[in-house]
């Protein structure tokens, strides 16, 4: 077999140290109650009234932590997006393994590069969830929506060209109450230097988020 050099970019991707950057997000209170219009005698007390009742920042979180991210993929999909990984996969070390999780997989077989790259998030709120997503949203444009995917689900397709060879990348953020699955997937060809086609990665990516989106909901507390 020919030896084919690798792009800058990649090589690194293939290096067996993953430096993963945590990014932060504001976390917030949910929204204030809307004050209420009713008429009542100064002698009168009702049940709106009592001091017990919970406020929004109160109420219990849908996920508290994030789920183990290497089995939210079954292996019988890593062997078909990553072919010739282990499909035990390799979590990322991260700053807060409570709140942030990733699995990557990748593998070269013969001149066919994949990467497969799974995170669950878990934030304070429904709403602080909203808001991460809705900046995913404007920093990932020209995509579109994935129905029937969580809450709310869009992914992206993006080609890039480095020393004459293509990769191509495709990522799908979903979020299902106040947790964010991202799933990135990528691939090359090195040989005829080709990228896979935007139906393929966009296709991958969204079926490793559907299983990852049904871990997340599996595993709630």
Do not use: H
Not at 76 to 105: F, H, M, N, Q, Y
Not at 106 to 113: D, R, T
Not at 141 to 164: F, H, M, R
Not at 211 to 221: F, K, M, N, P, Y
Request: charged letters at 25%.
């Amino acid at each position: 077999m020919r030896s084919f050099p690798l792009p800058i970019a990649l090589t690194a991707r293939l290096s067996p140290v993953v430096v993963l950057a945590a990014a932060g997000w504001a976390l917030s209170s949910g929204p204030l109650a809307a004050p209420q219009a009713a008429e009542k005698s100064p002698t009168e007390k009702t049940g709106t009234q009592s001091a017990s009742a919970p406020s929004a920042t109160q109420e219990a979180k849908t996920y508290t932590s994030a789920p183990a991210p290497c089995g939210g993929i079954s292996e019988k999909t890593v062997k078909s997006l990553v072919p010739g990984a282990k499909t035990s996969g390799k979590e990322i070390p991260s700053t807060d393994s409570k709140l942030r999780r990733t699995c990557s997989w990748n593998a070269l077989k013969g001149y066919e590069y994949r990467w497969l790259d799974v995170s669950f998030e878990v934030l304070e709120s429904d709403d602080a969830a909203e808001r991460s997503y809705q900046g995913r949203l404007e920093e990932k444009s020209g995509g579109g929506a994935v129905p029937g995917l969580g809450d709310a689900a869009y992914s992206v397709v993006n080609l890039t060209t480095e020393d004459k060879q293509q990769t191509r990348e495709g990522v799908v953020v979903a979020r299902a109450s106040n947790a964010l699955v991202i799933v990135t997937y990528n691939g090359s060809d090195f040989e005829s230097k080709k990228a896979p086609s935007t139906d393929e990665i966009n296709k991958g990516a969204i079926k490793a988020a559907k299983e990852a989106v049904a871990a997340l909901e599996t595993g709630r507390d």
